[in-house]
C-alpha cells in the first residue's frame, strides 16, 4: 500500500467506547532499498457492557459454583471484558509512521483487519525491543529495531491507539518462545489451575525468564518472537506481562478464537497443528537468520520443535525446553523425540541459569 496524502473524511470515525488495537508484527527489509515492507495487523472492538455475558461466560468456564474472593473477582471480571466485545466491521484504519500514512484495510465481520505497508527507513522512529525504559541497568542494551506507528483518527478525537513494528534483518538471531509455561506460570497440565491462573490471577512470570531473555538480547543481539496457543482476547495482559517484568518487547503471534462460536473450549486445545503453522512461515521468510526455540515439557513443544529442527537443519541452532513434568534428558520420551539431532542441539533445563551463552 502506497503513502497517502491524508485522509480527511476517510479516517475511521470510532464512537467513544469503540477501540483499536494493534498486534506487534514483523518488517522484513526490501533487498536492495532503504525500505521495509511491514504488515500491520489489529481488531477494532467495542467494549460489551451486559452482565449476563459475564454470568454466560462465567457459566462456560465452569466457575460458576465457585466462591471468588474480591480480586479473583476483579480480575475475572477484566479478563472477561476482554472476551465480550462487539467486533465492529466496515471500519477503514490508517496509520501514521513519522510523515507517511497508510490505509491498511477495512475490519472484517471479527473486527479484524490487515495490510502490508512499504517504509522508508529514513521516515522510520527507532527504540528498544529490551524495555521501554531508561534505566541504567538497560540502557546498555538498547537496539534499534522497533518502529513504533499510531492510527489515524479525525480532527478532534484526541485517544491515541499506538502499535509496533518489529524491523527484521535477512541475518541474525531470533528467539522464537512459548508463552504459558515458558515465560508465563498457566500450570496447562492441570486445567483448573490453567482457568485461575488464566482467569482469576494476575499474569505472573517464570523466575528467571527475563533475564535470561534480556542477557540473549544484549550479548547475541537476539530478538524476539512470542507465540501462544492462548488466544488473542488475552493479548493486551500478555503484552504487560512481557513489559512489567522485564522480557525484551516483541512480535506476538495468538490464536483466533470467538467463544459466541460455541468453540470456546478450543481456547484448551492441544497447540500442536497451531504452532508448526506460526513458526514455519517465520523460517521460510528469513532463511539466512538462526533460530533458538524455547518451550516447555507440559505439551508437545519439543516435539514440534525437534520435527521442525529436522526439516530446518541450518535455521535452528537450538531448543530449549523448560522441564515441567520431572523428565530428565535421558528419559524415553525425549530420546526418542530428538533421535538424530546433535547432542549440543537441544537441551532440557529447570533453571534459566543452566543455558549457556556460547554460539558454537
Avoid at 485522509?7 to 475511521?12: L, N, Q, T, W
Avoid at 542477557?215 to 488473542?232: K, M, N, V
Avoid at 470456546?264 to 537468520?289: C, H, M, T, W
Wanted: neutral net charge; aromatic residues 10%.
Amino acid at each position: 500500500m502506497v503513502p497517502l496524502a491524508g485522509v480527511g473524511a476517510d479516517a475511521p470515525r470510532l464512537k467513544p467506547d469503540e477501540r483499536i488495537v494493534f498486534y506487534p508484527t514483523v518488517a522484513q527489509r526490501i533487498p536492495g532499498e532503504n525500505a521495509w515492507r511491514a504488515e500491520i495487523r489489529g481488531c477494532v472492538y467495542e467494549p460489551e457492557p451486559r452482565s449476563w455475558l459475564t454470568t454466560a461466560l462465567r457459566e462456560a468456564l465452569e466457575l460458576k459454583d465457585i466462591e471468588l474472593t474480591p480480586l479473583e473477582e476483579k480480575v475475572f471480571d477484566e479478563r472477561a471484558r476482554l472476551f465480550l466485545v462487539d467486533h465492529e466491521r466496515g471500519k477503514k484504519v490508517f496509520v501514521r509512521f513519522g510523515d507517511q500514512i497508510f490505509a491498511v484495510g477495512k475490519s472484517g465481520a471479527d473486527g479484524r483487519f490487515g495490510g502490508e505497508v512499504k517504509l522508508r527507513d529514513t521516515a522510520l522512529e527507532r527504540r528498544s525491543p529490551t524495555r521501554r525504559d531508561d534505566s541504567p541497568e538497560t540502557k546498555h542494551a538498547r537496539s534499534e529495531t522497533g518502529a513504533p506507528f499510531a492510527a489515524v483518527l479525525p480532527e478532534g478525537d484526541k485517544r491515541a491507539f499506538p502499535g509496533e513494528v518489529f524491523l527484521l534483518e535477512s541475518e541474525g538471531l531470533s528467539v522464537i518462545s512459548d508463552i504459558d509455561d515458558t515465560i508465563k506460570i498457566t500450570e496447562v497440565r492441570d486445567r483448573n489451575a490453567t482457568l485461575r491462573n488464566t482467569f482469576l490471577r494476575e499474569f505472573q512470570p517464570v523466575p528467571g525468564m527475563a533475564e535470561l531473555y534480556q542477557r540473549l538480547a544484549r550479548e547475541r543481539g537476539a530478538q524476539f518472537h512470542y507465540i501462544s496457543a492462548s488466544p488473542w482476547q488475552l493479548y493486551e495482559p500478555l503484552a504487560a506481562l512481557v513489559d512489567t517484568h522485564g522480557f525484551p518487547h516483541g512480535t506476538f503471534a495468538l490464536k483466533e478464537f470467538r467463544w459466541k462460536s460455541r468453540k470456546f473450549f478450543s481456547l484448551f486445545a492441544n497447540p500442536e497443528k497451531y504452532k508448526p503453522g506460526v513458526i514455519e512461515p517465520l523460517l521460510k521468510q528469513f532463511p539466512k537468520r538462526r533460530f533458538i526455540l524455547v518451550g516447555d515439557s507440559g505439551e508437545r513443544d519439543p516435539e514440534i520443535y525437534a520435527a521442525l529442527a529436522r526439516k530446518y537443519p541450518k535455521e535452528i541452532e537450538r531448543i530449549y525446553i523448560r522441564d515441567v513434568t520431572d523428565e530428565t534428558s535421558d528419559s524415553p520420551r525425549y530420546q526418542k523425540t530428538f533421535a538424530g539431532l546433535a547432542k549440543k542441539q537441544w537441551k532440557i533445563f529447570r533453571e534459566p541459569t543452566e543455558i549457556p551463552f556460547a554460539s558454537d
